[in-house]
């Protein structure tokens, strides 16, 4: 028998993931978004190959912004791409996942290596909770000019500052500030820039 966690909540599932509430991710609003999402995504990938600006539109249907200039190769998995800002003249390489739940900011003129995952989602440590498939959310903020290398993972909650480079495999569970060099998991600052 699960818990009523929502007894006194009248939001939906979707309302409290807007918020950046505990929610149940087994909505069937929810489901619409994240099935319009993997479309959008689907329908950029074969347009990316054929018709640049074709590819373009949907990109920018997907996301909530996607700056002047910007590149983004796919395959993109996202899980509703409207959460998430590009900045200008970010370049972005092969098999992002940007797990959007909650917002994902990334500035301007990022290099974002092959590989990366940026996750917003956060589940309870506590085994209950867990079971009864409550989750929330955290944002993520990537500075301008920023670098990461293939394979970073970006925990939820996390601010990237400006110019700062994440080396190549690092998981950044904590914030990292501007003009740095961090590498390792989790990722540790190594030496100013």
Same mark, same amino acid.
């Given at each position: 028998?699960?818990?009523?966690?929502?007894?006194?909540?009248?939001? &939906?599932? #979707?309302?409290? $993931? *807007?918020?950046?509430?505990?929610? %149940?991710? @087994? @909505?069937?609003?929810? +489901?619409?978004?994240?099935?319009?999402? $993997?479309? =959008?995504? +689907?329908?950029?990938?074969?347009?990316?190959? /054929?018709?640049?600006?074709?590819?373009?539109?949907?990109?920018?249907? #997907?996301?909530?912004?996607?700056?002047?200039?910007? /590149?983004?190769?796919?395959?993109?998995?996202?899980?509703?791409?409207?959460?998430?800002?590009?900045?200008?003249?970010?370049?972005?390489?092969?098999? =992002?996942?940007? #797990?959007?739940? +909650?917002?994902?900011?990334?500035?301007?003129?990022?290099? %974002?290596?092959?590989?990366?995952? *940026?996750?917003?989602?956060?589940?309870?440590? /506590?085994?209950?909770?867990?079971?009864?498939?409550?989750?929330?959310?955290?944002?993520? &903020? %990537?500075?301008?000019?920023?670098? =990461?290398?293939?394979?970073?993972?970006?925990?939820?909650?996390?601010?990237?500052?400006?110019?700062?480079?994440?080396?190549?495999?690092?998981?950044?569970?904590? @914030?990292?500030?501007?003009?740095?060099?961090?590498?390792?998991?989790?990722?540790?600052?190594?030496?100013?820039?």
């Amino acid at each position: 028998m699960t818990t009523d966690y929502f007894a006194q909540d009248p939001r &939906t599932n #979707l309302e409290r $993931m *807007l918020a950046g509430d505990l929610y %149940i991710a @087994d @909505d069937p609003e929810i +489901a619409l978004r994240q099935q319009r999402a $993997m479309r =959008l995504a +689907a329908r950029y990938q074969a347009a990316h190959t /054929e018709d640049a600006e074709q590819a373009r539109t949907i990109l920018a249907e #997907l996301l909530d912004s996607v700056g002047e200039g910007v /590149e983004v190769r796919p395959p993109l998995y996202v899980d509703y791409g409207s959460n998430i800002a590009i900045g200008a003249r970010t370049f972005v390489n092969y098999h =992002l996942t940007a #797990l959007d739940v +909650a917002r994902i900011t990334i500035g301007e003129d990022c290099q %974002i290596g092959p590989n990366v995952q *940026l996750l917003t989602p956060t589940h309870p440590v /506590e085994p209950e909770p867990r079971r009864d498939k409550l989750e929330a959310a955290l944002p993520i &903020t %990537i500075g301008d000019n920023v670098w =990461l290398g293939g394979g970073v993972i970006v925990c939820p909650g996390v601010t990237i500052g400006d110019n700062s480079v994440i080396g190549a495999g690092a998981v950044v569970t904590k @914030d990292i500030p501007a003009d740095v060099v961090a590498v390792g998991n989790p990722a540790r600052v190594v030496r100013e820039i």
